[in-house]
């Protein structure tokens, strides 16, 4: 009777240790979520950042956090926030407590990002931004700093900066086409999808432009999801504008460039078209956006320093385009989170983020450091400037991408020129030309 | 005055467009409500397939924009007729079912095109490239085209109801369904028939606006809504009603661009806001039978 008796006891605590000893055999494993609209492009390069990122590190045999070393494991979260902030917070509730994933990285739409940084912040979990830009993200730091302090921006910067380098961008263009064409009082149209993140930089736009010597010809704000913008090209054409100050981030750009080129509109347009970033973009607008300028990231040829090229080729290799910013997930999680973890030897959130805060590190777009606010209170935004990261102004020159910006650029009469390898200068549309050549 | 001048022509252009557009649209819709009282949800998302399906023939395939448009009509027309036997007559004579099983069938079409051709933006090129002037206001060739096709289907679709035997099936249907089976006409089969020209109404939509507009799996949403619209303005089942409710919501639309530039993205918001006070005033829309009439 007292062999079967061991024999029962032994395979009860061989099932025992099987069963309890699984969740710590699964604990050599750094769990990281990667939440975006992934059958979108920009869920893509969520996606396709994160894993080139896993597959470097786990390929050099994980992450050495304290004695052991720990392999990355990814997993997808779709937050099909273009259609329903609802689902991004359900998707992110599920990463938190389903797939109980160490971190965060991802997330697009502001109006989604918000609600899913609240889910993550209830968890304590670090969540790194790749792709909403929303000021308020950050700004709740200064509010509540305990609360909010594991949030970090990982990309792009906020709706001010962005407002910022399209003014210099739109200032450039101004400059370049006042000086070819002679034209003394150049008129902007400012046009814009309606969306959160745009109302301020509208404002902004209306009150800067005229301070950098144009003339504001009208605003026009179609839907984002528009499909017939003539009516709104016929009334920028009327206004007589040599240049239109773009704001989109939806198909709307596409509409926009596409019906432009189409009914040969005389104006040059630049600011930011996240379609236009796109490498798909020519053909969508079925080769009509062609000259159109928009603020990016990336493009080929262009680096910023030695880390830009092997990202570049080895993304394009991979996945057989150019990224998009999105793909910062690889930034964030190779050279922010990967380094911070060996650093403190731990995963814990709470000695990470003290690290985080101060750290600054060279990323494939540069120098990356956080922000505080202007009273000092760490807020965890993207810091932008000469030295550190400053995006690129891109155009579509020939059926190709390439960086015109900065080219030359000095950020103060006394600060040094900026110039990044591959870049080239920006074109004047034809039809501008055409119409504006005296 | 000039300028002003220039507005109106400027508005008179992009409500013809916009309404054609629309009328296509809402007459298709119209007119399998008013043979058989259904409500097809699923109407635009046909719309979607045959854009799509367009979009393979000349990108995937590499023909040009017609041949896609060839295959795309009879193809879709034929996907209808399939959705319709296998999905809406079994349940036809439960017209909330039908409602809800067609916003069932447009949402799989929705996410099986999600699948397929994820959620990139795709166009296709233009039958006619290029445009003119007229009075000073740039019209694409396509534009004309859809709004030549828009009147010459419209045109077609009278002569069909009007003068030939099945359009007096039709008709008789849509003026009594219980009448008409009692004078012999099969009643399930002139629906069938009428969920068929519906659908190529659809497909025929999607095939001439496709390339003024961008692809992609929820593309049918805002039309729909458009659509809804129209047909309730001008008054459910009744065809002219749909024909003149496009017109007047394009033209609307058009307005709104022109007059309040900063307020485009208002567009939608106030053709709708003229649909509910047209309904306050007119409950049974402008060509509508009136629901104590009916009852």
Redesign the interface.
């Known amino acids: 009777m007292k062999r079967p008796m061991i024999l029962m006891t032994v395979l009860v605590a061989l099932l025992l240790v099987m069963t309890i000893g699984t969740p710590v055999l699964g604990a050599d494993t750094i769990k990281i979520g990667v939440i975006g609209?992934m059958?979108?492009?920009q869920g893509?390069g969520h996606w396709n950042g994160a894993t080139m990122a896993a597959e470097q590190i786990n390929a050099r045999g994980g992450v050495k956090v304290g004695d052991k070393k720990m392999k990355i494991e990814l997993v997808k979260a779709d937050s099909n926030e273009?259609?329903s902030p609802t689902d991004a917070t359900n998707a992110m509730e599920l990463l938190l407590t389903r797939d109980k994933v160490d971190f965060v990285v991802g997330g697009f739409r502001s109006e989604a990002v918000l609600a899913m940084q609240e889910i993550a912040m209830d968890y304590k979990k670090i969540f790194i931004g790749c792709g909403a830009s929303h000021s308020q993200l950050c700004l709740r730091l200064a509010e509540d700093y305990e609360r909010y302090k594991y949030w970090f921006k990982g990309t792009p910067y906020n709706e001010k900066i962005l407002g910022k380098i399209s003014f210099i961008h739109l200032g450039t263009v101004g400059a370049i086409i006042k000086k070819t064409l002679n034209i003394p009082q150049l008129k902007v149209a400012i046009v814009a999808?309606?969306a959160m993140w745009v109302d301020p930089m509208i404002e902004a736009a209306k009150g800067v432009i005229p301070k950098m010597g144009m003339e504001v010809a009208?605003?026009?704000?179609?839907?984002?999801?528009?499909?017939?913008v003539?009516?709104?090209?016929?009334?920028i054409?009327?206004a007589d504008a040599p240049v239109i100050f773009t704001i989109f981030s939806a198909?709307v750009g596409?509409?926009f460039a596409?019906?432009a080129g189409?009914?040969k509109i005389p104006a040059a347009q630049v600011g930011i078209n996240v379609?236009a970033q796109k490498d798909?973009f020519l053909?969508?607008?079925?080769g009509m956006g062609n000259y159109v300028m928009t603020m990016n990231t990336y493009a080929r040829g262009v680096e910023f320093n030695e880390l830009t090229k092997p990202f570049m080729d080895e993304y394009i290799k991979r996945f057989g385009e150019t990224p998009t910013y999105t793909a910062d997930t690889y930034s964030a999680i190779i050279y922010n989170l990967v380094p911070v973890i060996e650093q403190a030897g731990t995963l814990d959130p709470d000695k990470l983020v003290p690290i985080m805060e101060k750290r600054e590190f060279k990323a494939p777009t540069g120098i990356i450091k956080m922000e505080s606010d202007a009273e000092g209170r760490p807020i965890h935004e993207l810091h932008w400037g000469p030295g550190y990261t400053t995006s690129l102004g891109v155009q579509w020159q020939d059926g190709k991408l390439v960086g015109v910006w900065p080219n030359k650029w000095k950020a103060a009469p006394e600060a040094p020129e900026v110039t990044y390898k591959g870049i080239v200068p920006y074109k004047i549309p034809p039809a501008v030309i055409e119409k504006y050549k005296k | 005055m000039r300028?002003r001048g220039?507005m109106v022509l400027?508005i008179i252009i992009?409500g013809l467009?916009?309404g054609s557009t629309y009328a296509l649209l809402a007459i298709g819709f119209s007119l399998i409500f008013g043979v058989a009282r259904i409500v097809n949800i699923a109407h635009t998302a046909f719309y979607m397939i045959a854009s799509f399906c367009i979009f393979v023939v000349t990108h995937k395939l590499g023909y040009h924009p017609t041949v896609g448009m060839l295959v795309a009509i009879p193809l879709i027309t034929l996907l209808g007729l399939i959705c319709y036997k296998l999905f809406i007559d079994p349940i036809r004579e439960h017209e909330a079912a039908v409602l809800i099983g067609t916003i069932a069938l447009a949402i799989a079409f929705q996410e099986i095109m999600?699948i397929i051709f994820?959620?990139?933006?795709?166009?296709?090129?233009?039958l006619i490239?290029?445009?003119f002037t007229i009075f000073g206001?740039?019209?694409?060739y396509q534009?004309l085209l859809t709004l030549v096709a828009a009147l010459i289907i419209l045109g077609a679709l009278r002569l069909l109801l009007m003068n030939t035997k099945l359009g007096l099936a039709i008709r008789s249907t849509a003026e009594d369904r219980e009448i008409a089976n009692l004078m012999g006409m099969n009643e399930s089969r002139v629906a069938m028939i009428t969920m068929g020209v519906s659908v190529g109404l659809a497909a025929f939509t999607g095939a001439v606006v496709v390339p003024?507009?961008?692809i992609?799996p929820?593309?049918w949403m805002?039309p729909l809504i458009m659509m809804m619209a129209v047909v309730v303005l001008g008054g459910m089942g009744s065809i002219k009603g749909s024909f003149v409710g496009a017109y007047i919501l394009g033209f609307a639309e058009?307005m709104v661009?022109?007059l309040i530039?900063?307020?485009?993205?208002l567009?939608?918001s106030v053709a709708l806001s003229i649909m509910i006070i047209v309904l306050l005033i007119r409950p049974e829309g402008l060509f509508g039978i009136s629901f104590e009439e009916e009852r």
Do not use: C
């Not at chain 1, 053909?283 to 079925?286: H, L």
């Not at chain 2, 994820?118 to 233009?126: I, K």
């Open positions: 609209p059958q979108f492009v893509k273009f259609l999808e309606k009208g605003v026009w704000q179609p839907s984002q999801a528009a499909t017939d003539t009516a709104e090209l016929t009334a054409q009327r198909s596409i509409s596409r019906q189409e009914l379609e798909g053909e969508a607008t079925q | 300028v220039f400027d992009a467009i916009n999600l994820t959620g990139d933006y795709l166009s296709v090129p233009a490239k290029g445009f206001v740039k019209v694409f534009q003024l507009t961008i992609n929820f593309m805002h058009a661009v022109f530039p900063m307020g485009s993205f567009k939608g």
